[in-house]
């Protein structure tokens, strides 16, 4: 194993270690700090609540670190297929570490967090990580270490910016379990927000992400993929961006729902003296 592809598996391990000190540790004592109402949830609340803590901390480290890569990494950017993905490769591997400790608290905890859908979908983001990963042969073969090279990092990349929108997804979830109405102001931003953001960074980027694939579609780059490493890329593309559009949907209904209702319960207020209490 040539010393990059050692750094980048120290890095996984790490990152699953880490994550599992986050879920054991940092997140209860840190809720206990910030949010007096986590001590009254109940053991299954709790789970739920550090595994979301810990995936909202993973959202946010990955997304930034993807960011910066679609606007500042020339050479993935000018090479979506081969390209160098030296810092895609770090950001993946941090989220392969993630993906593996929370497949383990999954099956650990599976009477409280338990989803066979979250099973799949890690399971599915692994194959398709495999592959960005290893390293590969691309056109020249050899890098200028002299090691192969992982494969697709401007798309695996660039769907990450997708973690941006889990921060809200949780926050929700916090408000809920916290007691929080509905249609109390913190929950109603936050909903309007979690639109937004699952619009942008979901929906509103297809054209974008959809245009790249076009353009290798067909080339010398493109055949040097393995058709695995195909079918994992166009195939689970097409289908996320399928459930994407039916949880934008459902996203939306419920946004507009939930202010409509609110401004319904604002105009019924009563009234004294012709004036609003």
């Not at 990955?62 to 390209?83: K, M, Q």
């Not at 392969?96 to 650990?108: A, K, P, R, V």
């Not at 937004?196 to 959809?210: E, N, S």
Request: positive net charge; proline residues 5%.
């Amino acid at each position: 194993m040539d010393p990059f592809s050692q750094l980048i598996l120290a890095i996984s391990v790490t990152s699953f270690l880490t994550f599992q000190w986050l879920f054991h540790k940092v997140s209860p004592w840190m809720s206990t700090r910030i949010s007096p109402g986590f001590l009254g949830l109940s053991d299954k609340q709790k789970v739920e609540w550090n595994s979301r803590t810990v995936s909202t901390f993973h959202a946010l480290l990955v997304g930034i670190f993807c960011l910066h890569i679609l606007l500042f990494d020339d050479a993935v950017n000018e090479d979506p297929v081969w390209g160098d993905p030296t810092l895609v490769k770090t950001n993946v591997a941090i989220t392969t570490g993630y993906l593996i400790s929370d497949l383990l608290l999954i099956f650990y905890y599976w009477k409280a967090i338990g989803d066979k859908f979250f099973v799949i979908h890690h399971l599915a983001a692994l194959y398709a990580y495999y592959y960005v990963l290893y390293p590969w042969c691309g056109q020249d073969c050899r890098n200028n270490h002299g090691q192969g090279q992982g494969m697709l990092p401007y798309f695996a990349n660039f769907r990450l910016l997708a973690e941006f929108s889990t921060p809200c997804v949780n926050q929700r979830w916090f408000f809920e379990v916290l007691g929080y109405p509905k249609s109390s102001r913190p929950n109603m931003a936050n909903g309007v927000a979690m639109a937004v953001i699952f619009f942008m960074v979901r929906i509103a980027v297809m054209p974008v992400y959809y245009s790249r694939m076009y353009a290798v579609y067909g080339t010398e780059a493109f055949y040097l993929v393995p058709w695995g490493g195909r079918v994992a890329w166009i195939c689970s593309s097409i289908c996320l961006d399928i459930m994407n559009i039916m949880w934008m949907h459902k996203i939306a209904r419920g946004c507009y729902r939930v202010l409509r209702s609110a401004r319904r319960s604002k105009v019924a207020t009563p009234q004294e003296n012709g004036k609003t209490d």
